[in-house]
């Protein structure tokens, strides 16, 4: 169930139009005074938490002091709604309960209602809630040892220095404040829609698929183009890495000895699936078919270090539904997957750094600078003692403060972990690129090598996802978009993942011709290029432009025609005062062009070259 609640001078609402699913009501408008309004989305399985509900609002209110409260269904809240009938009796049954305590109005269910409302301004006035219906779950051991574990929390600061957290100066590192304040509070559950989720429609990017189950999203075209150019993208760096790309299958049986064992070491929840004999898991990360590969593979030590590299669309993990929301934590994600074998510790410390270096060259590439996030390092304090030089040596990478968390006692497979973490607008932070040093599965799944002697020995294995998941990242850019907005800036993406690189926009139907000439001439120079021929002014057209973030708009008319010459507006260059636009040939502007997306990989328009062709997709 998801709330909106807010402190209102007054709501004035009056049903207008029904749905099939109105309930009877007067049609005439109503006003309530002084009153908590509580906006109401009811999803499936919401029958269960009325009580939670309830003592959720009457809590608020009671704060602020109200004897009114208002029950307005809004279905806008949420994509994972409850049939009309069963949304009718949850609201029902919180009216019923609330008129214990409150004068309460209920707007009718089912209308299209007109409302004006007047929020107070104080700092309780607008509050949002999630209210999660408890699911049964699969709990391995490790997420069991996980919630017991005691962590230590400390800033490895750029001197080398370790600072337990509390005695820490954050001054001049406020995102490292929030990203500590996140990681040590363990509040993972979202009670407010963050800002890329609006953005990822708007755009239309993906959405959520209200046929599937909650965390499997839809992707339009613009979207499909932009998530396959990244797993392109971090695909060929693994591969030029030296990794020996495989395909895994995505389920496996529940009961096979050596995976079940390993499931209870790994902090997921799994789908559970029945076959026609057997049980089966839906994969949560590569680790499954590549270990086992390595298992049936003869390796020795000239073969080390051994990368084998997977793009999993899709694993799964059964995430708890309270914590779900748009890109940022998903049931169905695509993860690069990377697994290096190594034969002992230095070599495991060698490739651990190399990985660590990589993955700040790798989310550069992406649009993600040092300065969009904040790094994670997870240790044993055995493993940090013995160390410590190594593990210092971090900080020389990017120069500035880590959070490390320090446990007592090892209870996952690794000894130790980085994290880059993305830090939104809610203050939430999320994991992107990842490495961790693996200490128990080359015994769990038999993988050996042969040494110098011709002698088995049992390797070491690094996981390590350049990027994290696929998905992350597009959360990442549009988030980072957003805060930018918030600082008067222009907001875009990177210019090769831009789904429209250059829009031409003619002047008028006369120049429409050339409109499409230009765009073709870019077209065969691997550019992405569209035509905006729609019956609109330019104003409009050019609006429509900056709406869509594209990065470079091309108007052609009179002028341009006989010059032989673009007027282009360059996005990166401008600001929400200013346009800066700049005469320039087509040759120049694809120079330009190609220069910037130099060593990306490239994939052609996903629509339609001409705007009047395209469907809307919202």
Same mark, same amino acid.
């Given at each position: 169930?998801?709330?909106?609640?807010?402190?209102?001078?007054?709501?004035?609402?009056?049903?207008?139009?029904?749905?099939?699913?109105?309930?009877?009501?007067?049609?005439?408008?109503?006003? !309530?005074?002084? #009153?908590?309004? %509580?906006?109401?989305?009811?999803?499936?399985?919401?029958?269960?938490?009325?009580?939670? %509900?309830?003592?959720?609002?009457?809590?608020?209110?009671?704060?602020?002091?109200?004897?009114?409260?208002?029950?307005?269904?809004?279905?806008?809240?949420?994509?994972?709604?409850?049939?009309?009938?069963?949304?009718?009796?949850?609201?029902?049954?919180?009216?019923?309960?609330?008129?214990?305590?409150?004068?309460?109005?209920?707007?009718?269910?089912?209308?299209?209602?007109?409302?004006?409302?007047?929020?107070?301004?104080?700092?309780?006035?607008?509050?949002?809630?999630?209210?999660? !219906?408890?699911?049964?779950?699969?709990?391995?051991?490790?997420?069991?040892?996980?919630?017991?574990?005691?962590?230590?929390?400390?800033?490895?600061?750029?001197?080398?220095? /370790?600072?337990?957290?509390?005695?820490?100066?954050?001054?001049?590192?406020?995102?490292?404040?929030?990203?500590?304040?996140?990681?040590?509070?363990?509040?993972?559950?979202?009670?407010?829609?963050?800002?890329?989720?609006?953005?990822?429609?708007?755009?239309?990017?993906?959405?959520?698929?209200?046929?599937?189950?909650?965390?499997?999203?839809?992707?339009?075209?613009?979207?499909?183009?932009?998530?396959?150019?990244?797993?392109?993208?971090?695909?060929?760096? #693994?591969?030029?890495?030296?990794?020996?790309?495989?395909?895994?299958?995505?389920?496996?049986?529940?009961?096979?000895?050596?995976?079940?064992?390993?499931?209870?070491?790994?902090?997921?929840?799994?789908?559970?699936?029945?076959?026609?004999?057997?049980?089966?898991?839906?994969?949560?990360?590569? #680790?499954?078919?590549?270990?086992?590969?390595?298992?049936?593979?003869?390796?020795?030590?000239?073969?080390?270090?051994?990368?084998?590299?997977?793009?999993?669309?899709?694993?799964?993990?059964?995430?708890?539904?309270?914590?779900?929301?748009? =890109?940022?934590?998903?049931?169905?994600?695509?993860?690069?997957?990377?697994?290096?074998?190594?034969?002992?510790?230095?070599?495991?410390?060698?490739?651990?750094?190399?990985?660590?270096?990589?993955?700040?060259? !790798?989310?550069?590439?992406?649009?993600?600078?040092?300065?969009?996030?904040?790094?994670? !390092?997870?240790?044993?304090?055995?493993?940090?003692?013995?160390?410590?030089?190594?593990?210092?040596?971090?900080?020389?990478?990017?120069?500035?403060?880590?959070?490390?968390?320090?446990?007592?006692?090892?209870?996952?497979?690794?000894?130790?972990?980085?994290?880059?973490?993305?830090?939104?607008? /809610?203050?939430?932070?999320?994991?992107?690129?990842?490495?961790?040093?693996?200490?128990?599965?080359?015994?769990?799944?038999?993988?050996?090598?042969?040494?110098?002697?011709?002698?088995?020995?049992?390797?070491?294995?690094?996981? #390590?996802?350049?990027?994290?998941?696929?998905?992350?990242?597009?959360?990442?850019?549009?988030?980072?978009?957003?805060?930018?907005?918030?600082?008067?800036?222009?907001?875009? /993406?990177?210019?090769? =993942?831009?789904?429209?690189?250059?829009?031409?926009?003619?002047?008028?139907?006369?120049?429409?011709?050339?409109?499409?000439?230009?765009?073709?001439?870019?077209?065969?120079?691997?550019?992405?290029?569209?035509?905006?021929?729609?019956?609109?002014?330019?104003?409009?057209?050019?609006?429509?432009?900056?709406?869509?973030?594209?990065?470079?708009?091309?108007?052609?008319?009179?002028?341009?025609?006989?010059?032989?010459?673009?007027?282009?507006?360059?996005?990166?260059?401008?600001?929400?005062?200013?346009?800066?636009?700049?005469?320039?040939?087509?040759?120049?502007?694809?120079?330009?062009?190609?220069?910037?997306?130099?060593?990306?990989?490239?994939?052609?328009?996903?629509?339609?070259?001409?705007?009047?062709?395209?469907?809307?997709?919202?």
């Amino acid at each position: 169930m998801r709330l909106l609640l807010i402190h209102a001078d007054y709501i004035e609402y009056e049903p207008k139009e029904k749905t099939k699913f109105a309930e009877d009501c007067e049609r005439r408008r109503e006003r !309530v005074e002084e #009153c908590l309004v %509580a906006f109401i989305s009811v999803e499936k399985g919401d029958e269960k938490v009325v009580d939670r %509900a309830v003592e959720e609002i009457k809590e608020v209110a009671k704060k602020l002091n109200v004897d009114k409260v208002v029950v307005y269904p809004y279905a806008h809240l949420s994509s994972n709604l409850a049939d009309p009938d069963t949304a009718v009796a949850v609201l029902k049954e919180i009216e019923s309960k609330l008129s214990r305590d409150f004068d309460v109005h209920r707007a009718p269910f089912g209308w299209y209602k007109a409302f004006k409302l007047y929020c107070k301004g104080h700092p309780l006035s607008e509050l949002s809630r999630s209210i999660v !219906v408890e699911e049964e779950k699969e709990v391995t051991q490790a997420l069991k040892a996980e919630e017991k574990v005691k962590s230590y929390w400390f800033i490895l600061t750029p001197d080398k220095e /370790l600072v337990e957290v509390e005695k820490f100066d954050f001054t001049g590192y406020e995102n490292l404040r929030k990203f500590a304040r996140y990681e040590m509070e363990k509040r993972r559950a979202v009670d407010k829609v963050p800002p890329h989720v609006e953005l990822m429609r708007r755009l239309e990017i993906a959405d959520y698929e209200p046929a599937s189950d909650s965390g499997h999203l839809r992707y339009y075209p613009k979207g499909r183009l932009i998530k396959s150019l990244l797993e392109e993208f971090v695909t060929l760096k #693994c591969i030029e890495y030296g990794a020996m790309e495989v395909e895994t299958p995505i389920m496996y049986d529940r009961r096979h000895p050596t995976l079940r064992r390993y499931l209870e070491r790994f902090p997921a929840r799994q789908y559970i699936i029945k076959g026609d004999k057997r049980e089966f898991f839906l994969r949560f990360a590569a #680790c499954f078919g590549q270990f086992l590969i390595a298992h049936d593979s003869v390796i020795t030590y000239k073969n080390l270090p051994m990368k084998i590299y997977e793009l999993t669309r899709y694993s799964f993990r059964k995430e708890q539904r309270g914590e779900l929301v748009g =890109l940022r934590r998903l049931r169905a994600f695509t993860m690069p997957d990377m697994h290096t074998i190594v034969k002992d510790m230095e070599q495991a410390k060698r490739e651990f750094f190399n990985q660590y270096k990589l993955s700040v060259e !790798v989310l550069k590439g992406i649009g993600i600078n040092p300065e969009d996030y904040e790094v994670a !390092v997870r240790v044993t304090k055995d493993f940090y003692e013995q160390n410590k030089d190594f593990i210092h040596s971090l900080v020389d990478v990017l120069r500035k403060p880590i959070l490390v968390e320090m446990w007592d006692q090892r209870f996952f497979y690794f000894v130790l972990k980085f994290e880059f973490n993305f830090v939104d607008a /809610l203050e939430k932070a999320s994991a992107l690129s990842t490495v961790q040093i693996d200490v128990e599965n080359a015994e769990r799944y038999d993988i050996s090598y042969v040494d110098e002697k011709g002698e088995k020995k049992r390797p070491l294995i690094l996981h #390590c996802s350049l990027s994290g998941a696929i998905e992350r990242c597009m959360y990442a850019l549009l988030e980072k978009a957003h805060m930018e907005m918030e600082r008067n800036k222009l907001p875009m /993406l990177p210019v090769w =993942l831009s789904p429209t690189q250059v829009r031409v926009i003619p002047v008028s139907e006369r120049y429409l011709d050339r409109a499409i000439e230009v765009a073709n001439e870019l077209s065969r120079r691997s550019i992405r290029a569209d035509v905006d021929d729609r019956d609109e002014t330019l104003a409009r057209k050019i609006r429509d432009a900056g709406r869509e973030w594209i990065p470079y708009v091309a108007v052609i008319g009179e002028e341009e025609l006989k010059g032989g010459f673009l007027t282009v507006t360059i996005r990166a260059e401008s600001t929400l005062k200013e346009q800066k636009r700049v005469k320039m040939s087509v040759d120049e502007l694809a120079e330009r062009i190609k220069k910037e997306c130099e060593g990306k990989p490239f994939k052609p328009l996903p629509l339609p070259m001409l705007l009047s062709k395209r469907p809307n997709f919202r």
